[in-house]
């Protein structure tokens, strides 16, 4: 069980006393006790308030998978800062969208990206100093070496957001998720119970820390004092599960997909004891190969950003329920403390059990709105306390959810979220284009992809590759279309609306 929590930065202390010396976290070759963290972590702290961060401020991160982002994390928790953890995939374009949106003083950012940030860093205003970490010439250690641990931590509110993600909208630009004190430790103590996180929990962390599929999943094995471990490349799965013996992991169905494919996946996650996976459906295929080829205990997780991660869980046994197969094609049941209604989203009332409606929750776990942005916040936030996910499904009289659809149209491939606007935008800009939709297709590997379908420009022809590409200069290349096709018009309803559930079924296969 997670200890209890004001803040998330807490737990350090806690386990510090405890146990000292245990290990805390892992990193490739690299290792640290409870009381080494600690240091560190108000080593940190020193160091943000010495580059001029106070209560408020913002800073980010902007790396593959590294423990100094947790460090910083924690760190920003205890002085009441908020660490933005950017998407390393996005285009220089959007990168400079969310440095800009954000307001960061501060860039704490892998060797590897440091290019890409030099050739973008005329663009970003607010940003005061960079600091490089990795590599030749990490500055990262030094930076904390120089200062003194934190000796007088400051009070901070449950209310303070100290860690941001950006979650992609149907504006086409990213927003700025701000999860607070108060929604990650409700966001804990819910998963560790459900996921059975306690002090022997040996946690592999390699889904992107600019998830919550990375950093809640981290935080989570963390408060309980277990052991955590930061895994760069997702390639390094099952090579880092049996040389640490690890007993949890999360990962997209995308991602276990391939690994069923190995001879010696079943031997390595021998040890696990929770094997948990989210982000996008589990395609029905794709699970009865895990079930027939692992032991290993499956947890589903549905869960979304703005909620600070998962709120709804399917256990190893109704996996595995033989009278109850149709528990496969469900997310599972809502987690302790989350609130659920299935609501018509055009009249705003409950619709009864077993009809399609959109999901509404409410929760301590709810973000506390999007940065900068009232008005996202107001259509994704009532006004008494639920949270609209934009997912259109049904509840059995079980309790069991079952998601039909997207409510927002989004695409999720590879688990990766992509909203058509975000495609679109940039597609409408070029010189061909006089019209696009995007919708997701079928997908044998990532479940879907974008494809766009586009309304060329009188005397123009169809160049496929040309498009994709155009959208390769400016998207994160999962966010581009695999494919486009040219039409003479985009179906639309009377009011002029592009019916996108016809494009769907147009090309799904």
């Known amino acids: 069980m997670a200890i209890p929590l004001s ?3 807490d737990f350090l202390a ?6 000292p ?8 070759d ?9 240091d560190r972590v108000r080593r940190a702290a020193s160091a943000l308030r010495a580059a001029g961060l106070s209560a408020g401020d913002r800073f980010a991160v902007l790396d593959k998978n590294h423990p100094a982002c947790l460090e910083l994390t924690l760190a920003a928790s205890i002085i009441g800062a908020v660490n933005v953890v950017v998407n390393f995939r996005l285009a220089p374009d959007e990168l400079v969208h969310v440095l800009d949106d954000s307001t960061a003083k501060l860039v704490v950012v892998g060797a590897e990206f440091a290019g890409t940030l030099d050739g973008i860093r005329d663009r970003l205003p607010s940003v005061c100093r960079t600091v490089v970490l990795g590599g030749e010439k990490d500055e990262y250690e030094q930076w904390l070496a120089q200062e003194e641990p934190l000796a007088e931590l400051p009070t901070t509110s449950a209310d ?3 860690l941001q993600l950006y979650t992609s909208g149907t504006t086409g630009w990213p927003k700025g998720a701000m999860l607070t004190q108060r929604s990650m430790t409700a966001h804990t103590n819910a998963v560790a119970p459900a996921y059975a996180m306690d002090e022997d929990t040996v946690n592999i962390v390699a889904m992107p820390l600019f998830h919550v599929g990375g950093t809640s999943w981290a935080l989570g094995s963390m408060a309980t004092g277990g052991r955590t471990v930061v895994v760069r490349e997702v390639t390094e799965v099952l090579q880092e599960v049996a040389k640490h013996q690890a007993t949890h992991v999360f990962l997209v169905p995308a991602v276990i997909q391939a690994l069923i494919q190995h001879p010696q996946t079943p031997q390595a996650l021998g040890s696990v004891r929770v094997l948990a996976y989210g982000g996008s459906p589990m395609p029905l295929d794709v699970m009865n190969q895990v079930l027939e080829k692992l032991s290993t205990p499956l947890y589903s997780v549905y869960g979304m950003t703005e909620m600070s991660g998962a709120f709804c869980c399917l256990k190893p046994e109704e996996h595995r329920d033989e009278s109850r197969r149709h528990l496969l094609a469900s997310a599972g ?8 209604r299935v609501v018509d989203p055009t009249t705003g009332q409950d619709v009864p059990t077993g009809q399609l409606g959109e999901f509404w929750v409410k929760s301590e776990q709810v973000m506390a709105g999007y940065w900068r942005n009232p008005e996202a916040t107001k259509e994704t936030i ?4 639920w949270l609209r996910t934009g997912d259109a499904g049904r509840v059995d009289e079980d309790g069991y959810l079952y998601i039909e659809d997207r409510v927002k149209d989004m695409i999720i491939t590879g688990g990766e979220n992509v909203y058509p606007a975000e495609v679109e935008r940039v597609l409408a800009q070029h010189p061909d284009v006089a019209e696009v939709a995007v919708v997701g297709v079928p997908h044998e590997k990532w479940g879907e992809t974008p494809k ?4 060329l420009k009188e005397g123009a022809t169809l160049d496929e590759q040309g498009l994709i590409d155009f959208t390769r200069e400016k998207l994160a290349h999962y966010k581009c279309p695999t494919s486009v096709t040219a039409v003479a018009a985009l179906p639309r309803n009377p009011t002029g609306k592009i019916l996108r559930r016809e494009l769907r079924a147009q090309f799904q296969s």
């Open 30 to 38: 690299r290792s640290w006790t409870w009381a080494e963290l600690d």
């Open 382 to 385: 009532t006004e008494d306390g």
């Open 14 to 19: 806690h386990w510090t006393a405890r146990k």
């Open 160 to 162: 303070d957001c100290f």
């Open 452 to 455: 766009a379908v586009v309304v």
């Open 7 to 9: 803040r998330m930065g």
């Open 21 to 28: 010396d245990q290990q805390a976290l892992v990193f490739q």
């Open 333 to 340: 049941r809502i987690l302790p403390e989350t609130e659920l």
